[in-house]
């Protein structure tokens, strides 16, 4: 089993930019692929990104590849999700998660492993 904690969520303005980590315990993460999703109020959960353990592979939602990026740190067991130039349409509940295996997929029901999620808001 693992346990996946996220933080860094809050609120922050418009053009503005967070990190959000994710924490992993009780089994180490770095032979396995990670991601990000995302859940605003009322909708589905969405794709953010996700990338292999050694970082060869990287995949994003097309709209947010030029301000989001995922990084890891595969001797702490941390997953990042770099977060910049902001909008108020990013404001959701934001996700990490896991999969013991090496596969990097956008498909939500393929990811076995899940934290509670780190709330953010953007306002305009």
């Known amino acids: 089993q693992v346990r996946l904690v996220e933080s860094g969520g809050g609120l922050v303005q418009a053009g503005g930019s967070l990190r959000l980590s994710c924490k992993a315990s009780?089994?180490?993460?770095?032979?396995?692929?990670v991601a990000w999703f995302r859940q605003a109020l009322g909708k589905e959960r969405e794709f953010v990104a996700a990338?292999?353990?050694?970082?060869?592979?990287?995949i994003y939602e097309d709209s947010l590849k030029d301000r989001f990026t995922i990084t890891r740190d595969r001797a702490n067991n941390l997953i990042y999700l770099q977060m910049n130039g902001l909008k108020p349409e990013d404001t959701a509940v934001y996700y990490c998660?896991?999969?013991?295996?090496?596969?990097?997929?956008?498909?939500?029901?393929?990811?076995?492993?899940w934290g509670l999620g780190t709330q953010v808001t953007v306002s305009s």
């Open positions: 009780g089994r180490t993460l770095s032979s396995y692929a």
């Open positions: 998660a896991t999969r013991f295996n090496n596969e990097v997929t956008r498909t939500e029901y393929d990811w076995k492993y």
């Open positions: 990338m292999s353990s050694g970082g060869m592979t990287k």
